[in-house]
């Protein structure tokens, strides 16, 4: 496990991403546990931090009981629309 800064709130986050997988998996102290794809993590870098814990609030929101809020591509576009 690599302690880094949450590229969600910039708070101490660890990094627990499983070899292979195309983006982050976070547990940071402020925004728990999330996962991030790549192509989103990178639009993401562009926002500002209220604007990317919209994202993650909507990602929670969507994510099934008892599962891990997931951020992608997808999820981004929705927060485009204002969908």
């Not at 880094?4 to 292979?20: Q, Y």
């Amino acid at each position: 496990m690599t302690y880094i800064t949450c590229p969600l709130c910039g708070d101490a986050a660890s990094n627990r991403t499983p070899a292979g997988f195309n983006g982050l998996v976070m547990r940071c102290y402020s925004c728990r546990d999330y996962d991030v794809s790549g192509p989103a993590l990178e639009k993401l870098q562009g926002l500002r931090v209220t604007e990317r814990l919209e994202v993650l609030r909507e990602a929670r929101e969507l994510a099934p009981i008892g599962t891990r809020p997931s951020i992608t591509m997808a999820l981004k576009a929705r927060q485009d629309d204002g969908s």
